[in-house]
């Protein structure tokens, strides 16, 4: 079992920055691939970044490259969100997942899938007024 937790999420003014954490535990933190995903209220969830399990590769969803970096800290159980330039159509509630072992940017597109990761956290929520 593995427990995922966000933490982060709040209330910004559209321009800001905010930076999202998760932490995971239980299992070897290494071991898997981690994502966020995103729900906007009335939406479907909503791929954002996922990042590979040696933090070497990224891959984001098309409308968030340039504004949106994830990255993270095997040492430290922890994979990040950094947000720039938030718009109000990022408010959401972000949630972050734990996945399968994945360590090659090839086809690391296939990480979209949301039936792909086991384990998920409750979310955090970003709202971001105009």
């Known amino acids: 079992q593995v427990q995922v937790v966000e933490s982060g999420g709040g209330l910004v003014q559209a321009g800001a920055s905010l930076r999202l954490s998760c932490a995971a535990s239980g299992r070897t933190f290494s071991a898997g691939a981690m994502g966020w995903f995103r729900q906007a209220p009335g939406k479907m969830r909503e791929f954002v970044a996922v990042i590979t399990s040696n933090g070497d590769s990224t891959y984001y969803a098309d409308s968030l490259k340039g504004r949106f970096t994830i990255s993270r800290d095997n040492a430290q159980n922890g994979i990040y969100l950094q947000m720039n330039s938030l718009k109000p159509e990022d408010t959401a509630v972000y949630y972050c997942?734990?996945?399968?072992?994945?360590?090659?940017?090839?086809?690391?597109?296939?990480?979209?899938?949301?039936?792909?990761?086991?384990?998920w956290g409750q979310g955090t929520q970003v709202t971001v007024s105009s």
């Open positions: 997942a734990f996945g399968p072992n994945y360590n090659t940017a090839q086809r690391l597109s296939v990480m979209m899938r949301e039936n792909l990761y086991d384990y």
